[in-house]
Each structure stands twice: as C-alpha cells, then as structure tokens.
C-alpha cells in the first residue's frame, strides 16, 4: 500500500490544528515541535493545504494557521487528495488499455487489490477530521 509521509504528516498537521484551534492561530513551529515533523515539509504540506482551502494563513505577530472549515466538515480523504496523494494498492492504473504488469490482461490479483482500495478509500472518506479530534481527547482522560 502507497501512502507516504507526506499524506499522513498532513493528516497530523491538520488535527493538530483541530484540536488547538479554540486557541487562535497556530504557527508551524508549534506544530513541527507537538508532532516531531520536519519545518521545511510542513511548509510544503500547508502551501498544498492553502492552495486547496483546507486552512488559512492568519499575518502579524500572533500569526499561523487556522482551519478554513469546521472539522467536522473536514473528511481526511480531502486532506489526503489535497497534498496530492492517492491511497492505492494497484500498481497499474485502472484508466489503462493494457493490463497489469504491461500486459494485456488483469494480473489474478487485480480484483483483489482493486476491492482494497476501494475499502480504504472509503474509509478516509468517512472519517472527519472532529473524529480523531474526539478520539485524542478521550484518550488522553
């Protein structure tokens, strides 16, 4: 399965902005340090998440981000797609002439991997963004 750091950072970044967002902006130092992600890929991440109206960049000395949406409107399949990742277990493309493997048939797998994905997709797409917000809180009772 294909998901790299750069979805799941992103995932993490934003709850982190969930659950201190009663506290106004939030600047990515604070984040980088609370989640132990890299300053220079969060920088990378939120312009992804600007650019897409997942967040919004608050100027002045009390500055950072905050979130553009409730998150509880906030599905963690938009953050995903968002940073342009996709969760996929297939490694041909289903829009493709040819099969699996540059063949001209499905491998005896593809149907199989191809439920997967379906699955996990529709997992992130059920999942929002107040969901783990919710959770986090619970656990740390």
């Not at 967002?21 to 969060?42: E, V, W």
């Not at 897409?52 to 998150?71: C, Q, W």
């Not at 499905?106 to 107040?130: A, G, M, P, R, V």
Request: hydrophobic content about 35%; aromatic content about 6%.
């Amino acid at each position: 399965m294909k998901l790299t750091t750069k979805g799941r950072y992103a995932v993490m970044a934003m709850a982190d902005l969930a659950l201190f967002r009663g506290k106004g902006p939030t600047n990515l130092t604070d984040i980088s340090l609370r989640q132990n992600i890299s300053l220079a890929y969060l920088e990378q991440i939120f312009i992804k998440l600007k650019k897409n109206h997942l967040v919004k960049s608050v100027r002045g000395a009390k500055g950072g981000y905050v979130l553009e949406l409730p998150p509880e409107e906030i599905r963690i399949s938009n953050i995903i797609s968002a940073v342009d990742e996709e969760v996929k277990t297939l490694n041909c493309k289903k829009e493709s002439k040819k099969g699996c493997n540059n063949k001209f048939t499905k491998c005896i797998t593809h149907n199989l991997w191809d439920q997967l994905d379906q699955h996990i997709n529709s997992f992130f797409e059920k999942i929002k963004l107040q969901d783990l917000v919710k959770k986090n809180h619970n656990l740390s009772k």
